[in-house]
């Protein structure tokens, strides 16, 4: 699973309750994107989560 290269978010882990309070595995994914962004002037492409490119953290080539 991708990280985000600026803020190192990544997938959690945790459990599925059922009604019957059962548990099974469950992962929550992040919302990660592939996109090319400036670095030193180049346009570089990076795993970027929405919440860094929602508040500008990152500039988009």
């Given at each position: 699973m991708?990280k985000?290269?600026?803020?190192?978010k990544?997938?959690?882990?945790?459990n599925?309750?059922?009604?019957?309070?059962?548990r099974?595995n469950?992962?929550w994914?992040?919302?990660?994107?592939?996109?090319?962004?400036?670095?030193?002037?180049?346009?570089?492409?990076?795993?970027?989560?929405?919440?860094?490119?929602?508040?500008g953290?990152v500039?988009r080539?």
């Amino acid at each position: 699973m991708a990280k985000c290269a600026i803020c190192q978010k990544g997938a959690h882990f945790g459990n599925n309750v059922s009604h019957s309070h059962r548990r099974s595995n469950k992962m929550w994914k992040t919302n990660v994107k592939s996109v090319k962004v400036n670095v030193n002037g180049a346009a570089k492409k990076m795993y970027v989560c929405t919440s860094c490119l929602k508040s500008g953290l990152v500039e988009r080539a």
